[in-house]
């Protein structure tokens, strides 16, 4: 069963996954407008859940209550929506898909144990991306299925293609550069997405 979050919701819990941004970098991440973001993040503040740090860094975090109304938001979402199962088996499936990830971004790093990869070799690296593109292609069917119940899901594909389709196009930074849309960076926000939709903590996962 699918339902539309809120956007109360989605500035919550894009600011979980983000950290620490501005509204533009969270409106983009959870598909709404940075004047709806905004309008939400001054309610937010007004209500103790958020707050704006100025200075050589500027954007907006989640107090503690923040958290916690997030997390209350996200087990309030799963039981209206009686989604918990879906997700719980997409995220399995996604869990058996991370240590190829790993592996894959391992090599696109180190052409062994004690070689880096400095990209000099067109065919080892084009080996490493079709790997990266096989893996994905495996990955789409869960991304069918999130999307299927729960409506916010659908930003990560977009994010996902772009990044594959710029190291396709010889832009190796979009494989698993930080601080940008790289295939690794949107990779780890699913993750962490999943991980705080169920509840789970990273520290516990696969414990159980």
């Given at each position: 069963?699918?339902?539309?979050?809120?956007?109360?919701?989605?500035?919550?819990?894009?600011?979980?996954?983000?950290?620490?941004?501005?509204?533009?970098?969270?409106?983009?991440?959870?598909?709404?407008?940075?004047?709806?973001?905004?309008?939400?993040?001054?309610?937010?503040?007004?209500?103790?859940?958020?707050?704006?740090?100025?200075?050589?860094?500027?954007?907006?975090?989640?107090?503690?209550?923040?958290?916690?109304?997030?997390?209350?938001?996200?087990?309030?979402?799963?039981?209206?929506?009686?989604?918990?199962?879906?997700?719980l088996g997409a995220y399995k499936r996604f869990l058996d898909l991370n240590t190829d990830l790993l592996?894959?971004?391992?090599?696109?790093?180190?052409?062994?144990?004690?070689?880096?990869?400095?990209?000099?070799?067109?065919?080892?690296?084009?080996?490493?991306?079709?790997?990266?593109?096989?893996?994905?292609?495996?990955?789409?069917?869960?991304?069918?299925?999130?999307?299927?119940?729960?409506?916010?899901?659908?930003?990560?594909?977009?994010?996902?293609?772009?990044?594959?389709?710029?190291?396709?196009?010889?832009?190796?930074?979009?494989?698993?550069?930080?601080?940008?849309?790289?295939?690794?960076?949107?990779?780890?926000?699913?993750?962490?997405?999943?991980?705080?939709?169920?509840?789970?903590?990273?520290?516990?996962?696969?414990?159980?």
């Amino acid at each position: 069963m699918s339902g539309e979050s809120s956007a109360r919701l989605l500035v919550l819990h894009g600011l979980r996954l983000k950290g620490f941004c501005e509204a533009p970098g969270v409106a983009t991440l959870v598909g709404l407008s940075e004047a709806d973001v905004t309008a939400q993040l001054e309610r937010l503040q007004s209500e103790g859940l958020v707050l704006h740090r100025d200075g050589r860094l500027t954007g907006w975090a989640l107090t503690p209550a923040g958290r916690a109304a997030q997390e209350t938001a996200l087990k309030d979402e799963l039981d209206a929506t009686g989604a918990r199962d879906d997700i719980l088996g997409a995220y399995k499936r996604f869990l058996d898909l991370n240590t190829d990830l790993l592996t894959i971004c391992t090599a696109w790093q180190m052409k062994n144990e004690t070689t880096l990869n400095d990209h000099a070799d067109a065919a080892y690296d084009a080996g490493v991306i079709d790997q990266l593109r096989a893996l994905h292609g495996k990955l789409e069917p869960i991304l069918d299925d999130l999307e299927a119940t729960l409506p916010r899901f659908h930003g990560y594909r977009p994010r996902f293609c772009a990044a594959l389709a710029n190291v396709g196009a010889g832009d190796i930074d979009w494989f698993a550069k930080p601080l940008i849309d790289s295939y690794h960076t949107v990779w780890f926000q699913l993750h962490e997405d999943l991980l705080t939709t169920l509840g789970i903590e990273r520290s516990q996962e696969g414990t159980s």
